[in-house]
């Protein structure tokens, strides 16, 4: 493979927007048959060299091939009618039109100017048929999972006899299962001779499926590496540019064990609360300091859990008690009330408002929770904003900036320190490191861990078992919208007994303790 | 090699996406068993014949407006760039212009609004509603700026378009208005279903971002559909000017909102991506018969139109909701 001639190279590649050097003198090269890496932080340089080569952006400095004769792509459709096709990381289909009308129009076989709509569904058969993809493809996209639509994504992609296809975070939003199927047709692609440019947060699924890593950080190449000669710590090293012993360190800081939390009295008492057609009727207690882990599959009910606890969705059965007493969380204003506070996993649509300032962003929780007609003193806002902006080293550090502006990981932490400033007792984090840099994602849980010492009751939810595994005191596990085990965190669960649990649905007996 | 197992859900599949058009025919049959069962003449064919002759304007027009619908759009314009079509043609007609030169000249003018507003909307990014309020106050003005008083017709051409009666041997007609309304809902229903700008439509109502990510032309499609609405605008003030032999600057004043409740109504989703031209038709068809039915009774006021017309657009809207075609 090392010997075959590069089907693309980039060379002294360097872009800048007003203000920023995205890139500089980035050298990049892909070789047919092959799975790339592109790694390196949030802001590394990654998205733009994808945009650059596509053609969305001009480039500054530099050259492109494409099986030795240079190219400069217009656009993205130019790019593609060459070979080199991009998946982006949202799912880019039309949720109101068919799977087969997704994956060939703006390229529709036609006679006489008419689409020839037979044709169009027999070839759309043919190319699923190579994915192994058996749907029908006269439904609407929006009728199937987010898996089975980023898999119509890349039939529209590699449809153009694609030579290099881009998977621009792929995966972010599949669960393992799906991402085991999507690695399958990468592969089947690679071994076809198609070269795949393959974008990630995930270092598991580098090491899973890549070939080589090309390495960026702040819009510099750091080096390009066969991934055998790059352990997985070597590599966050060289994302990072330092070495990384946050993680190391959460590790070894003495925890309070589980039976001195649960001596305490218990903060949110919840029995046999449910949602018909949401999540099954379960039982949950979280003690105050105690950091209860909610692990499963995408859609198993992880969320749905995190919203009743927080009334966004009304429950129709079962009682929850906060200290011991009674109460009905029928929205989210009782909830706050009571010091439940709720991130969202969906920080875009649902908790981040980007026109707003950090600082607007910030106090939009505690100004609800005093009422609109009672605003906070502007020194009191400069005050918390300031001491959350430190806390959690928000970079840029300057309240007025509009949120849009921030990085994921950034945005992230404005959206806890909403939250924080209302002083919850219990805070639900939804996936709180989703799409955020490895660098963040450990501030992230360091501050997990020093909120719940701090005696703050914490429901994190997360995809990445190993960070569930890492803060919780104890981890429930979810099944097919079912609560089936909980877990105490001690030496015996590992990742593969909480995986096991996910997968058969067993130890039961101990969900009913 | 195990496949996924993976299905659309059942309810995901046709009849769903078809359930706003089928609750808008079995309305239309509805309405019109209660009319025939309540009326002995309201079986007569000619009643049929006389809600599309009474309403060819409206259906060429809801026409346009279903393409600038199912893009996510809005065209307010409509109403006032047919009456001042039928404005210019009457006072060209006035002035001694020969006919077949009044109708291309009156014919573009629709268009070339469309156009205008069209790329307004895309070059600059601007909400297709303000746009359009401002080409409707602008097509408004342009025809008191002509005359501040009806102007009528006489011209031969005009006369003989209006009048011409295709029949059949037991006195039962359409006028030519129908022939041309047919012709153009016949037309943009192949548009919208075999040409790529048809199906350009409707993935920018699906998802603008994703089309143009998908490397279709946005752009042009956006500024397409309001050309057609445009046209259609232009096709509708001629025909308006066939059926009342004048142009009268107050005419069509609010048309544009029937013409949106008729498209609504007839099963096309504002958000956009979804509707069917049948629909419309059907949507129209639905507005004609309650206005039919209406006079029938006669004694009720014609605001009992209005009445109903709300009534039934706020049903559909929540039909729509409660089935479920929203996908953003």
New interface residues.
């Given amino acids: 493979m090392t010997d075959s001639r590069p089907v693309l190279t980039m060379t002294g590649i360097s872009k800048s927007f007003p203000g920023v050097r995205a890139l500089h003198n980035v050298d990049f090269r892909l070789l047919p048959g092959e799975v790339h890496a592109l790694m390196g932080e949030n802001g590394a340089g990654k998205s733009t060299l994808i945009k650059v080569l596509t053609g969305v952006y001009g480039i500054d400095e530099g050259n492109v091939t494409l099986d030795g004769e240079q190219v400069a792509f217009n656009?993205?459709?130019q790019a593609?009618a060459a070979g080199v096709s991009t998946v982006?990381q949202e799912v880019?289909?039309?949720?109101?039109?068919s799977v087969a009308?997704n994956i060939f129009?703006?390229r529709?076989p036609?006679r006489f100017?008419?689409?020839r709509?037979g044709e169009v569904r027999r070839r759309a058969r043919q190319l699923l048929a190579r994915l192994?993809?058996?749907?029908?493809v006269?439904?609407?996209v929006?009728?199937?999972?987010l898996?089975?639509q980023q898999m119509v994504a890349i039939a529209?992609a590699i449809d153009v006899q694609a030579r290099v296809l881009i998977l621009d975070e792929p995966t972010s939003s599949l669960d393992a299962g799906e991402v085991a199927?999507l690695f399958?047709i990468m592969r089947q692609l690679r071994d076809e001779g198609i070269a795949i440019l393959f974008v990630t947060h995930f270092l598991d699924q580098v090491y899973g499926i890549a070939d080589r890593i090309t390495v960026l950080r702040n819009g510099t190449l750091v080096g390009e590496y066969p991934i055998a000669e790059l352990p997985q710590l070597a590599l966050v090293e060289k994302m990072i540019g330092k070495e990384l012993d946050v993680l190391d360190r959460i590790d070894e800081q003495p925890r309070p064990t589980t039976a001195a939390i649960e001596s305490g009295a218990p903060f949110v008492q919840v029995s046999q609360l449910g949602r018909r057609g949401a999540v099954a009727p379960f039982s949950l207690t979280i003690h105050a300091g105690e950091v209860v882990g909610l692990a499963g599959l995408l859609g198993s009910g992880r969320t749905e859990v995190a919203r009743l606890l927080f009334g966004a969705d009304r429950a129709d059965r079962g009682e929850v008690q906060v200290d011991g007493a009674r109460t009905g969380l029928r929205n989210p204003v009782q909830a706050i009330e009571r010091g439940i506070g709720f991130c969202s996993e969906n920080r875009r649509a649902e908790g981040i408002i980007g026109d707003l300032s950090v600082r607007e962003n910030m106090i939009l929780a505690m100004q609800a929770a005093r009422g609109w007609l009672r605003p906070i003193p502007r020194r009191r806002q400069d005050e918390l904003v300031d001491r959350y902006i430190k806390a959690l080293s928000i970079r840029p550090a300057n309240p007025d900036m509009p949120v849009r502006n921030l990085s994921g990981g950034n945005q992230q932490k404005v959206l806890l320190a909403r939250w924080l400033i209302t002083e919850p007792r219990l805070l639900i984090l939804d996936e709180p490191t989703r799409g955020i840099d490895i660098g963040a994602k450990a501030e992230i849980q360091r501050l997990v861990v020093e909120l719940s010492d701090g005696g703050m009751a914490v429901l994190f939810i997360s995809a990445e078992l190993e960070e569930v595994l890492r803060l919780s005191h104890k981890i429930a596990v979810m099944r097919d919208r079912e609560l089936v085990a909980q877990l105490d965190n001690d030496d015996t669960v590992d990742a593969d007994r909480v995986m096991q649990t996910i997968a058969s649905g067993t130890e039961r007996e101990e969900a009913s303790r | 090699m195990s496949t996924f197992p993976i299905s659309a859900p059942s309810w995901a599949k046709l009849p769903r996406r078809h359930m706003p058009v089928l609750a808008t025919l079995a309305l239309l049959l509805v309405m019109y068993g209660i009319g025939v069962s309540q009326y002995r003449a309201f079986s007569n064919v000619q009643v049929v014949f006389n809600v599309f002759i009474d309403n060819g304007f409206l259906l060429v027009i809801a026409v346009g407006m279903t393409f600038v619908i199912l893009t996510g759009g809005i065209d307010l314009s409509v109403g006032s760039v047919a009456a001042m079509t039928a404005m210019v043609s009457a006072w060209l007609l006035q002035s001694g212009l020969p006919a077949l030169l009044v109708l291309v000249i009156a014919l573009l003018i629709g268009p070339t609004l469309g156009f205008l507003m069209g790329c307004a909307i895309h070059f600059f990014d601007i909400q297709p509603f303000i746009v359009t309020l401002a080409g409707m106050f602008f097509a408004r003005g342009m025809c008191t700026f002509i005359s501040d008083a009806s102007i009528p017709i006489t011209d031969g051409f005009w006369t003989t378009m209006s009048q011409y009666r295709i029949g059949d041997p037991r006195g039962n007609f359409v006028s030519i208005s129908v022939l041309v309304a047919f012709a153009v809902v016949l037309i943009a229903a192949y548009v919208l279903a075999y040409t790529r700008l048809g199906r350009n439509v409707y993935a920018i109502g699906g998802n603008p971002q994703s089309a143009l990510l998908m490397g279709l032309p946005v752009g042009r499609t956006r500024i397409a559909v309001y050309t057609i609405s445009g046209l259609c605008a232009a096709i509708g003030g001629i025909l308006l000017s066939f059926y009342t032999l004048s142009g009268a600057p107050l005419i069509a004043i609010g048309m544009e909102l029937d013409v949106i409740a008729a498209v609504v109504i007839g099963g096309t989703v504002l958000t956009g991506g979804s509707g069917y031209i049948f629909g419309t038709v059907l949507g129209v068809l639905v507005l004609g018969v309650i206005q039919t039915l209406i006079t029938f009774d006669g004694s009720l006021n014609s605001w009992w139109t209005k009445i109903v017309i709300g009534g039934l657009l706020f049903a559909f809207i929540l039909l729509q909701r409660l089935i479920g075609i929203r996908y953003k």
């Fill in positions: 656009g993205p459709m593609a982006y880019n289909l039309c949720p109101n039109l009308e129009i703006g529709e036609r100017g008419a689409v709509w192994d993809l058996d749907i029908d006269t439904a609407p929006a009728s199937y999972s898996a089975v529209r199927q399958r």
